[in-house]
């Protein structure tokens, strides 16, 4: 059975990537891209390869990505990064325990499949990360969730309020205080395409650290 969605990809110039992406859709998927400054062209890219795109004027990962969702015109949402580290049929198991009712939120555990994929900080980081919101929150998670599924309008019932890199923090604790089932399901994770803006380095993955951290109530 296809299930209808939206794909929403926030995308600051990852123009490389979106052929790979657009080619591995799922059936059922509408591409939309929520463009957050690219000067890359791709824009264009992306209108030719048939994803509705809308600009995000606002700077930030969660600023382009709540954008995405309320230009959402379907029930069911799925995000994932646009660098072509996840593979967007990988999507089917979690968009189907969200259109059977089985979670509110179902998200991926990544599955590194090299060392390139993931490096040692940006593991080390999410462990952390992982860990200290399962305990603050009553949770039990393994992953921030790159990749989500969600019905549209309870989502953005949830009201967050981030716009920047600690969006994917508070997307959960918000979750979890109202009591949404979370399901997580383990995912490949490539190495991606293009220069990673976020964890390629250490003192990038320490950034983003820092910031989800401070997204913690």
């Given at each position: ?121 940006a593991r080390a980081g999410n462990r952390f990360l992982a860990g200290r919101l399962s305990r603050r929150a009553g949770i039990d998670v393994h992953d921030l969730g790159p990749a ?16 920047a890199f600690g969006y994917p923090m508070e997307v959960l604790v918000q979750a979890a205080r109202a009591n949404w089932r979370i399901t997580e399901f383990p995912m490949p994770y ?28």
């Amino acid at each position: 059975m296809t299930v209808p969605f939206t794909l929403v990809l926030p995308c600051l110039n990852e123009v490389q990537a979106l052929p790979w992406i657009a080619e591995r859709l799922p059936a059922g998927a509408t591409m939309l891209l929520a463009d957050n400054g690219s000067d890359d062209g791709s824009q264009v890219v992306a209108s030719e390869l048939g994803a509705q795109v809308i600009d995000v004027p606002q700077r930030g990962y969660g600023a382009a990505v709540h954008a995405g969702v309320e230009a959402a015109q379907t029930e069911l949402v799925a995000v994932i990064d646009t660098d072509a580290s996840l593979d967007p049929g990988d999507l089917v198991p979690l968009l189907a325990a969200v259109d059977a009712d089985r979670a509110d939120l179902a998200m991926c555990v990544r599955q590194p499949v090299s060392a390139a994929a993931m490096p040692w900080h940006a593991r080390a980081g999410n462990r952390f990360l992982a860990g200290r919101l399962s305990r603050r929150a009553g949770i039990d998670v393994h992953d921030l969730g790159p990749a989500r599924v969600f019905r549209r309008d309870p989502y953005l019932g949830l009201n967050i309020t981030d716009r920047a890199f600690g969006y994917p923090m508070e997307v959960l604790v918000q979750a979890a205080r109202a009591n949404w089932r979370i399901t997580e399901f383990p995912m490949p994770y490539y190495e991606r395409i293009g220069e990673s803006k976020v964890t390629g380095s250490v003192r990038g993955s320490i950034k983003a650290t820092r910031q989800l951290l401070a997204a913690l109530p």
